[in-house]
């Protein structure tokens, strides 16, 4: 016969979850396997196991307020009986009655503080209640990497809740509700780190790139244009500067000033594509097609295959005559990118070159290609 150290020996490792994060109230629904045959006398009472089996019952055709009532005769019956409570606080939890499940499964543990399971539904339910300090112990007990960086996202432990939540996500790729509260977690971390830079170095040159990089979001460029030119007066040489200040004047349609800038952030960084990129686009906007192809052929030879450096370096080529050049970047992007704005615009792109080539039928099939991804979008 089986004795009650070996059921709780398969409550432990007979249970499956199947989580479901909804917001911060994050719950995980648990089967319980506990193999109806192996609960007998000898482990509890005949009366007791008429309540656990119907209990287990209810659970299975999801009356979870019968499976409540009938694991609470199982506590009452037998209140020394561990498993009985985690069953009681499991079908509390799957009616989202999370408060009731908490003393249930606090008394779980109390009598047997190793039962993995009511660790991890006490952590789950702790959470769903916005008790995030007290459930990580259990979480971590549990080792419930996603739970467990929810809740240290909740009680401000960002590095820690981004380690879990990375670690959450490798066994989980591209869950949404990770891939969000990872964002979250990255960004008030960011915030943090922001906050303390300009509490402890206010005029430093971080703390103006930082501020204009706010305004820069914030569409507010005057101040953006003030906050980069203060950095650049004690660091010119910093990093990513010119390239942003540049960007502002872009977004201003300033596109000598915007060349000026891409042009030192090009020369302190010969090897930044992006800047290659920016510098050739600027002197595009300019109408320096010839001098905008070299840029932009060397930002292409630095990251190939970026769709906006390819879009950019055909129609350059295109204005300095080069037809051949121009369709074949053009291609080359559309083998990239099927789909989206830019994509629809290769396709208009092309429609022109082939008309003025007078190849009808090419450019009919890219004009459809266009007014479909156009429309769709």
Not at 211 to 238: G, I, T
């Amino acid at each position: 016969m089986i004795s009650r150290q070996r059921i709780r020996s398969l409550a432990t490792s007979s249970i499956r979850c199947v989580p479901r994060i909804l917001g911060v109230t994050t719950i995980c629904v648990f089967e319980i396997w506990f193999a109806v045959q192996t609960v007998t006398a000898q482990a509890i009472s005949a009366q007791a196991s008429e309540h656990w089996n119907a209990a287990r019952q209810a659970e299975t055709n999801k009356q979870f307020d019968l499976a409540v009532s009938e694991y609470r005769k199982v506590t009452e019956i037998d209140p020394t009986f561990a498993a009985g409570f985690v069953g009681f606080g499991q079908a509390s939890m799957e009616r989202r009655d999370f408060a009731s499940a908490l003393p249930a499964l606090k008394h779980a543990l109390e009598l047997d503080s190793s039962l993995i399971p009511a660790h991890r539904l006490l952590g789950y339910a702790l959470l769903a209640q916005g008790y995030a300090s007290e459930a990580i112990p259990h979480l971590e007990r549990a080792h419930e990497q996603g739970t467990l960086g929810i809740a240290q996202l909740e009680n401000s432990q960002f590095t820690e809740a981004i380690a879990n939540l990375q670690g959450a996500l490798q066994q989980h790729p591209n869950d949404p509700d990770l891939l969000y509260y990872l964002g979250r977690a990255s960004g008030l971390l960011s915030k943090q780190s922001i906050d303390t830079l300009l509490a402890a170095y206010p005029d430093s040159p971080r703390a103006n790139q930082s501020m204009a990089e706010n305004y820069f979001v914030l569409r507010q460029m005057p101040e953006a244009e003030k906050s980069y030119e203060q950095a650049l007066q004690s660091r010119p040489d910093l990093p990513n500067l010119h390239l942003e200040l540049g960007q502002v004047y872009a977004m201003t349609s300033r596109w000598p000033q915007a060349e000026e800038q891409f042009r030192a952030e090009s020369k302190l960084r010969p090897g930044n594509a992006e800047s290659a990129y920016r510098l050739g686009d600027a002197l595009l906007h300019e109408g320096k097609a010839k001098e905008s192809r070299i840029e932009l052929e060397r930002a292409n030879k630095l990251q190939p295959q970026m769709p906006e450096t390819l879009y950019a370096l055909g129609k350059a080529a295109s204005l300095d005559g080069d037809a051949a050049t121009a369709e074949k970047a053009w291609l080359e992007l559309l083998s990239v990118e099927k789909e989206g704005e830019l994509a629809a615009q290769t396709h208009f792109a092309l429609a022109g070159l082939y008309r003025k080539q007078g190849k009808t039928s090419e450019a009919e099939r890219e004009m459809k290609e266009f007014q479909k991804l156009h429309s769709a979008g």
